[in-house]
């Protein structure tokens, strides 16, 4: 029997899937939320992620939504992103949009051969669902060339799996490096800036805007409309495989590697470290996950202080970042702080 023929007995599928990790989409499944598990009054000038990690949410409208990440899902998923309406927005200005992005660096990228003879296909997965029919958009925009294709999709009030193909684009090779170079982005609202053409959905092309997003829906048309999109998976080849599930553990480590938080613990002394000089006290953390690179450092809260300032929170490098305050005193044994509450903590942030 050939391998084929016994592939099919099985119930498996051949597939042209290279050998390894085959989604290039990290938390597709929505797992893991280390910003918060909400975010409210979305809308205005948005372009951060907000909830849950990898996925970026870029908005300016005058309408407002609600994002979470919500225990809903179809078989085999338990959580989803869900986009709740707040404030509908029915004038729809020139310059506005919804856009939710998956961001890639390049070198993560280099298998699809993008700018070369052997450009692969691609093929984009996703389970999505919302309270009407609506047309929204999926595209693909390479950064580095500044070229795009989208998409159309139809969702329905019941989980409906979609999957589509991207034909290759044998112009314009991605960049062998740590910055962003593909986005994948569902479009959800726009203007006539970025809905005002026709829709380029054959092939790969410069990107122009009114082109982008031309024939989509707007998801701010009623305060009644609700969006849940789940199981992303983005592969090489014109076939879409079962959905690649990986275990919480290595969700959160690919995730970290783009943002992170230091807890120190509530109520608890949190200032072991050296004294840098006659009135500083440094501590020096090794991430236990390097990052894509140097992160942006935050303090979030008030912490409480003895004889001494609040922390102040910087970077070294991808693997070493640093707290450090000043004492009131100027010994090295009497300034200490902790946090009050759960809410307090240090956060890197390492995003595309």
């Not at 050939?2 to 119930?11: D, F, I, N, P, R």
């Not at 470290?273 to 090794?286: D, L, M, P």
């Not at 490098?317 to 005193?329: A, G, I």
């Given at each position: 029997?050939?391998?084929?023929?016994?592939?099919?007995?099985?119930?498996?599928?051949?597939?042209?899937?290279?050998?390894?990790?085959?989604?290039?989409?990290?938390?597709?499944?929505?797992?893991?939320?280390?910003?918060?598990?909400?975010?409210?009054?979305?809308?205005?000038?948005?372009?951060?992620?907000?909830?849950?990690?990898?996925?970026?949410?870029?908005?300016?409208?005058?309408?407002?939504?609600?994002?979470?990440?919500?225990?809903?899902?179809?078989?085999?998923?338990?959580?989803?992103?869900?986009?709740?309406?707040?404030?509908?927005?029915?004038?729809?200005?020139?310059?506005?949009?919804?856009?939710?992005?998956?961001?890639?660096?390049?070198?993560?990228?280099?298998?699809?051969?993008?700018?070369?003879?052997?450009?692969?296909?691609?093929?984009?997965?996703?389970?999505?669902?919302?309270?009407?029919?609506?047309?929204?958009?999926?595209?693909?925009?390479?950064?580095?060339?500044?070229?795009?294709?989208?998409?159309?999709?139809?969702?329905?009030?019941?989980?409906?799996?979609?999957?589509?193909?991207?034909?290759?684009?044998?112009?314009?090779?991605?960049?062998?490096?740590?910055?962003?170079?593909?986005?994948?982005?569902?479009?959800?609202?726009?203007?006539?800036?970025?809905?005002?053409?026709?829709?380029?959905?054959?092939?790969?092309?410069?990107?122009?805007?009114?082109?982008?997003?031309?024939?989509?829906?707007?998801?701010?048309?009623?305060?009644?409309?609700?969006?849940?999109?789940?199981?992303?998976?983005?592969?090489?080849?014109?076939?879409?495989?079962?959905?690649?599930?990986?275990?919480?553990?290595?969700?959160?480590?690919?995730?970290?590697?783009?943002?992170?938080?230091?807890?120190?613990?509530?109520?608890?002394?949190?200032?072991?470290?050296?004294?840098?000089?006659?009135?500083?006290?440094?501590?020096?953390?090794?991430?236990?996950?390097?990052?894509?690179?140097a992160p942006s450092c935050t303090v979030n809260g008030t912490f409480t202080v003895s004889n001494a300032s609040q922390p102040v929170f910087t970077s070294f490098n991808k693997n070493v970042v640093c707290t450090h305050f000043l004492q009131n005193s100027g010994s090295?044994?009497?300034?200490?702080?902790?946090?009050?509450?759960?809410?307090?903590?240090?956060?890197?942030?390492?995003?595309?």
């Amino acid at each position: 029997m050939s391998k084929a023929a016994e592939l099919a007995k099985s119930g498996d599928t051949l597939t042209n899937q290279p050998s390894g990790r085959k989604n290039l989409v990290t938390n597709g499944a929505m797992q893991v939320a280390q910003r918060a598990t909400s975010a409210t009054g979305l809308g205005a000038n948005d372009s951060t992620a907000k909830t849950l990690d990898r996925w970026k949410f870029y908005s300016s409208s005058a309408g407002r939504l609600t994002m979470t990440q919500t225990a809903d899902g179809p078989s085999g998923f338990a959580n989803c992103m869900k986009l709740d309406c707040t404030t509908a927005d029915t004038s729809i200005a020139a310059g506005e949009y919804i856009i939710l992005q998956h961001c890639s660096e390049g070198q993560d990228l280099q298998q699809i051969k993008k700018g070369t003879s052997d450009a692969e296909l691609i093929t984009v997965s996703f389970y999505v669902k919302a309270n009407a029919v609506f047309n929204f958009g999926v595209e693909l925009f390479d950064n580095d060339n500044t070229r795009q294709i989208t998409k159309l999709f139809a969702t329905t009030t019941s989980w409906v799996k979609h999957s589509i193909t991207f034909p290759a684009d044998t112009t314009g090779a991605f960049d062998d490096d740590n910055a962003l170079s593909l986005g994948l982005n569902f479009w959800l609202h726009a203007g006539s800036t970025f809905a005002g053409g026709t829709l380029n959905s054959s092939s790969w092309a410069s990107s122009t805007n009114a082109n982008r997003a031309a024939g989509i829906g707007s998801f701010y048309s009623s305060t009644d409309n609700e969006f849940f999109l789940t199981g992303v998976q983005m592969e090489i080849g014109s076939q879409a495989t079962p959905f690649e599930h990986r275990s919480f553990g290595e969700e959160l480590a690919l995730c970290q590697r783009y943002y992170q938080t230091i807890n120190p613990h509530v109520n608890a002394i949190y200032a072991s470290g050296y004294q840098a000089n006659s009135e500083r006290v440094s501590q020096v953390h090794r991430l236990g996950v390097e990052m894509r690179a140097a992160p942006s450092c935050t303090v979030n809260g008030t912490f409480t202080v003895s004889n001494a300032s609040q922390p102040v929170f910087t970077s070294f490098n991808k693997n070493v970042v640093c707290t450090h305050f000043l004492q009131n005193s100027g010994s090295a044994a009497s300034g200490y702080y902790h946090a009050n509450d759960t809410g307090d903590f240090f956060s890197m942030d390492a995003e595309l």
